[in-house]
């Protein structure tokens, strides 16, 4: 990033301009206010980045408060990247949706050699070659972060959210040191790129802002300050807050890790993925070079998968000695192109594989077991354990399953157990500790009625689940409101998980229309609820009926009905009560839509109670129509009811602007080769899907050529 030369240019000038600020010789530094910046930015880096601060502290502050000065005294002067404009953030009143520019995928999972020599082996298969050279880096255990940098500055940051849309934390982002508001991406010939990161707090840091936090609820005596319980949990919440947010993050000593360059474009709008920046390693390195913060030194770079799994092991040996918490490591195929050839599913890119570290246990006494009832009806257990602290969290609860794995665990009322905690997963009961029984323990026996309702509970034959088959008991349903008002769904703000309890409790909500009848006056009387936030609330109820009809199927809570499967759905129709006029066949042939989903579909709508609910939600404003944006209109209908497949290296577009150039020609993009797909359109150097294809003989095989000239006809 610095030269030597430039760091004694810098270092040199620094000096000076101390002698200047300490005699008071600071009347004509205006003409030096970016070299002052640039001064400020490199000791920002050396202190942040390489953790190697050259300055106290103090003097740092001193130049900061010059520059600060100047800009005070020449308000024309200012820039945006200026490292003055980290601070001084306005609050925020909403967060605004942020649509990422290729989907934030997640990560599929290995635990053990056998896992990562089969992934070796999938991805030597696809790519058709055994030259392949993997990246081992920490898999950092924070919070997800888009940056995208456009003409040199930071230009919006964004949560992960769903993978297609997060929330806009620009403010957020601009307040972490470790971000740099502006990078010299001209000088590596791009105009526009997206990065991505991990925000995490390393583990001293963390026993610091636990301790500061500490003090702050003593002092301020407030009931409703809680502890921060972890590095995870701190820096994911950070991204909440709306007020004072560069205090919060200071004060939160937030850092960021950057580990994937998503999208990087010239000025010509070209791709250089693959062509001008040839490797994950590369890419790292160019990262480095334009001063962000990479995982540097714990990177390692393997020509062959034993090599890799020996590391994974030694790591899995020192990881305490690591100053951030990771939850494993992450394998990736070096070369962007063969990346691209790999391809990805819906939740995952196949080039990539986390590799998880073995989760760590704690034991403790089950003093109970409890059963909830489930959106769906079904009935888990879960037990009440003798509350004991996991890595600073406190665990008091670990699901239980289903019958089966009581029974087959034999777990016990009074069992002393081994519980296990692995990321954000839900703590799980390894095993019994035989040898602390005393007999006493209480053999659990499984309700054979709904714990809230007195149903009959039923279980298919090839379920593992009991449940509870009526559709209006109060928990399922309550269950069912938290699902219809969440973000995917019809994402009501304001509508909490908590307030939706209550209204329950208080008999205000007994069915999802109830919603949309809520006693607001009453309401405000509530403790808790003022006069602005049931404005609010009103608000945004009013507003969720104009959502998507594929938000609404979803919300709907149906069983195996997930959002994908819904927009399948939909898709279809105009009139959401359409549905229920399809036979079960019908349903059953829609691309994507298995033989169960079709069923459960379809037995929603056959129920007695279905016809009356949606005409409820109808008396209450529901058009239950599709609207025209719902499917934004498509340019042409030339690739109408045709499902199209991409693979090898395309050359004459991304593979997103292929996505979207089906789409807009009204045709369906498919995950995979199969009997359903029409064409599979084929880059340079395409791997087994096209042998595959071949095999068939019911695919259509197109370069991409033949595809534009079909979208252009
Ligand atoms: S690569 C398409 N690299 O883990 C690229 N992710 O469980 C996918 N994570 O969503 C991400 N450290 O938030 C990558 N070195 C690393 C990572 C990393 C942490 C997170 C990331 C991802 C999640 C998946």
Not at 226 to 236: G, I, P, Y
Not at 318 to 339: A, H, T
Request: charged share 30%; net charge negative.
């Amino acid at each position: 990033m610095y030269s030597s030369k430039d760091q004694d240019n810098y270092l040199a000038f620094t000096k000076l301009l101390l002698k200047d600020i300490s005699s008071g010789n600071t009347a004509d530094k205006l003409k030096e206010i970016e070299l002052i910046r640039k001064i400020i930015r490199f000791h920002e880096y050396r202190y942040r980045v390489l953790n190697d601060a050259l300055i106290s502290d103090y003097e740092y502050d001193q130049i900061f408060n010059l520059l600060k000065k100047i800009e005070e005294d020449n308000p024309d002067a200012l820039t945006a990247d200026s490292p003055t404009q980290r601070i001084l953030q306005e609050d925020i009143s909403e967060f605004q949706p942020a649509v990422h520019l290729v989907p934030m995928l997640s990560l599929d999972n290995s635990y053990n050699a056998q896992d990562l020599l089969d992934f070796d082996k999938r991805v030597k298969e696809a790519l058709e070659t055994e030259e392949v050279t993997y990246v081992l880096e920490p898999k950092f255990d924070g919070s997800g972060i888009s940056l995208i940098y456009e003409n040199n500055l930071l230009a919006r940051a964004a949560t992960r959210g769903d993978g297609t849309t997060g929330e806009e934390v620009t403010p957020h982002a601009r307040s972490m040191p470790t971000i740099p508001l502006s990078a010299e991406l001209e000088s590596e010939g791009i105009q526009k790129l997206e990065v991505r990161g991990e925000v995490v707090i390393s583990k001293a840091n963390f026993k610091k802002v636990q301790d500061n936090r500490e003090r702050e609820i003593v002092e301020s005596g407030l009931k409703s300050m809680r502890q921060f319980k972890s590095a995870r949990n701190t820096a994911a919440g950070t991204f909440r807050t709306k007020k004072n947010i560069e205090q919060e993050v200071r004060k939160r000593k937030l850092e960021v890790f950057l580990y994937h360059i998503s999208y990087a474009v010239n000025k010509d709008g070209r791709d250089i993925l693959g062509s001008q920046l040839k490797t994950h390693f590369d890419s790292v390195e160019m990262l480095k070079k334009l001063g962000f913060r990479v995982p540097e030194k714990e990177i390692s770079v393997h020509e062959d998968i034993q090599s890799l799994i020996k590391r994974c092991e030694q790591w899995e040996e020192e990881r305490d000695n690591y100053p951030f918490e990771v939850d494993g490591l992450v394998v990736k195929v070096n070369d962007l192109r063969q990346q691209a050839v790999c391809g990805s599913t819906s939740h995952h890119p196949k080039w990539a594989i986390a590799y998880k570290f073995k989760a760590r246990m704690v034991s403790t006494v089950v003093n109970d077991i409890e059963y909830q009832v489930g959106r769906t009806g079904a009935i888990t257990p879960v037990a009440k354990l003798q509350p004991v602290d996991f890595m600073g969290v406190e665990i008091s609860n670990a699901s239980l399953h289903n019958a089966d794995y009581i029974a087959e665990k034999d777990i016990r009322i009074g069992d002393t157990v081994v519980v296990e905690r692995a990321g954000d997963v839900i703590p799980q009961i390894v095993k019994v500790e035989l040898n602390k029984r005393s007999g006493k323990e209480q053999i659990e026996r499984f309700p054979t009625e709904c714990p809230c309702c007195n149903t009959t509970l039923v279980k298919e034959a090839d379920e593992a689940d009991w449940r509870c088959p009526n559709w209006d008991c109060p928990d399922q349903v309550r269950e069912r409101l938290i699902h219809f008002s969440s973000k995917n769904a019809m994402d009501i703000a304001g509508l909490s998980q908590k307030s939706i309890e209550k209204f329950c409790e208080l008999g205000y909500l007994i069915t999802v229309p109830d919603i949309y009848r809520l006693p607001f006056d009453e309401i405000q009387e509530l403790e808790g609820f003022g006069s602005k936030s049931v404005n609010k609330l009103r608000e945004a109820i009013e507003v969720s009926k104009g959502q998507s009809l594929d938000r609404l199927l979803y919300g709907l809570g149906i069983r195996h009905v997930g959002r994908e499967t819904a927009k399948i759905f939909i898709n279809e129709i105009k009139l959401l009560e359409e549905l229920g006029d399809w036979p079960l066949e019908k349903l059953e042939e829609l691309d994507g839509v298995g033989p169960i989903v079709a069923k459960s579909l379809f037995d929603f709508f056959h129920q007695e109670s279905t016809p009356g609910f949606l005409a409820d939600l109808r008396s209450l404003g529901f058009t239950l129509e599709k609207s025209e944006d719902d499917s934004a209109a498509p340019e042409s209908a030339a690739l109408e009811g045709k499902s199209f497949l991409f693979t090898g290296k395309l050359t004459q577009f991304s593979r997103s602007e292929a996505a979207e150039m089906v789409k807009n020609h009204s045709g369906k993009m498919s995950s995979s080769v199969n009997k359903k797909l029409d064409f599979l359109v084929v880059g340079e150097k395409p791997g087994s899907k096209l042998a595959k294809a071949e095999k068939l003989k019911t695919v259509s095989i197109l370069t991409e050529d033949q595809f534009l000239e079909m979208i252009n006809s």
